[in-house]
């Protein structure tokens, strides 16, 4: 199950971070430093590309799905605000959020939070790019409830262009499992077609979180 595997690294032990910022995904720079594999159906190939005058992690998924994720480490209340860029060629026309058969999409950022010994206790917010699912909608992954996917983009009518997006996870988290957030433990991408077998690229940009909602925005890489 591709989720639990994510919960039970994210749940080993995490450097500390500070600071005004916390730059999980530095991809524009080119970096990968502490992002590691997580295959689970087949494997989506991840590589640091050049996309429409960007620098940026290129995700191609045929038939599989595979993530990359990395442990971090800091309270929500501290860090409230995500925020990151992304790119799809299309969403996925056979996803079905209610239905494991129906469960991939053409791009994800997973912020994921550690809640105890055991993985099933794990929770994690799964924003996506999605193609049935109304943008702004929340719903529980098929596998398990302990897993919100929250559809940030929807359709193809930003299909081909970068967007940059936005959230909250301390209240996304309230408004998905009903209670403060405990700390999170890591962030990961997956780009995932093996449900569905499609074939699909994607890219994504910078993921940082923030401290302050007001902050300005960063410049685009």
Known sequence: MKLVAFLTVAAMLALPVSGSEIAAGRFSAGDLTG???MDFNGKTVYTITQHDGRTALQAYSNHAASGLL????????DYPIVRWSWNVERPLPREDVTRKSGDD?????????PRGFFKWQNRALNYVWASRM??????????????AVIAVESGNGKAGTWVTEERNIYEDYRKAFGSDPPPVGAVAVMTDTDNTGDEVTAWYGD????????AALPPRP
């Open 35 to 37: 992002w590691g594999n």
């Open 70 to 77: 990395k442990k971090v480490s800091f309270k929500p209340a």
């Open 134 to 147: 109304p943008k702004g909608s929340f719903a529980s992954s098929p596998y398990t409830s302990n897993s």
């Open 105 to 113: 999409f053409a791009a994800r950022v997973y912020v994921i939070f």
């Open 207 to 214: 993921i940082t979180f923030v401290r302050s909602p007001q």
